[in-house]
């Protein structure tokens, strides 16, 4: 299994990552050949989350502030509650997302993930999934939200909960292993917002 070998994938995480959501996927992406690299704003550690209480630290491979996308070949978006909500704050993590699309680079995103991607104005018009209680969320910035194990769009893979990780994670491999997709435009409202958020004005 070398479908990836050359890739390299960047892994987004904060403290609160559902655990499984980063372990399994990221033990599918290496076994296929690429190399992954856990990126996050943490420190030198980073904490994951099992189901209702704290899980494993793993140790963090390069820092977000010292992290530049475009060093990597595609982005894989664990969830989880708390670690989503952390980046989807953090505007250098939302510009660290947003750059993967617009260089067109494969993403995965797994149940909460995808919440980072509202705040990076990418999911307009886009077919995506997410764990249910996200939604209204993705509705709400105008992604066309449906309820299957695994959809992908144009590069963007989704899924909804970790009994869809097998799924998820053969549909990632393919959409990495292709590579670069037609870069996406992101809708002026939300690039505007984004440019706000990341100059800290015009947001609360």
Same mark, same amino acid.
């Not at 249910?132 to 909960?161: F, M, P």
């Not at 292709?178 to 435009?185: C, L, N």
């Given at each position: 299994?070398?479908?990836?070998k ?5 892994? *987004? ?62 982005? *894989?978006l ?20 947003? &750059?993967?699309f ?27 999934? &997410?764990?249910? &209680? ?21 590069? *963007? ?16 491999i ?15 409202q939300? &690039? ?13």
């Amino acid at each position: 299994m070398n479908e990836l070998k050359g890739k390299k994938i960047a892994i *987004l995480v904060e403290n609160g990552f559902e655990e499984v959501e980063m372990t399994e996927p990221r033990e599918a992406l290496n076994k296929a050949g690429a190399q992954t690299t856990i990126v996050s704003p943490a420190g030198k550690q980073v904490k994951g989350w099992r189901h209702t209480d704290w899980g494993e630290t793993f140790p963090v491979d390069l820092a977000l502030d010292k992290a530049d996308p475009r060093n990597f070949d595609a982005l *894989l978006l664990p969830g989880g509650v708390m670690n989503p909500d952390k980046l989807r704050a953090n505007p250098q993590a939302v510009q660290f997302v947003r &750059s993967f699309f617009d260089e067109g680079k494969p993403v995965a995103a797994i149940c909460h993930g995808p919440w980072t991607l509202i705040d990076a104005g990418v999911v307009e018009r886009r077919r995506v999934t &997410s764990y249910h &209680s996200i939604k209204a969320d993705l509705k709400n910035a105008d992604a066309n939200w449906v309820d299957e194990e695994v959809v992908v769009d144009n590069g *963007l893979v989704t899924s909804r909960q970790p009994s869809d990780i097998p799924a998820f994670n053969r549909k990632m491999i393919e959409e990495f292993a292709e590579g670069i997709h037609e870069p996406q435009q992101r809708s002026q409202q939300r &690039s505007e917002f984004a440019g706000r958020a990341m100059t800290g004005t015009g947001v609360d």
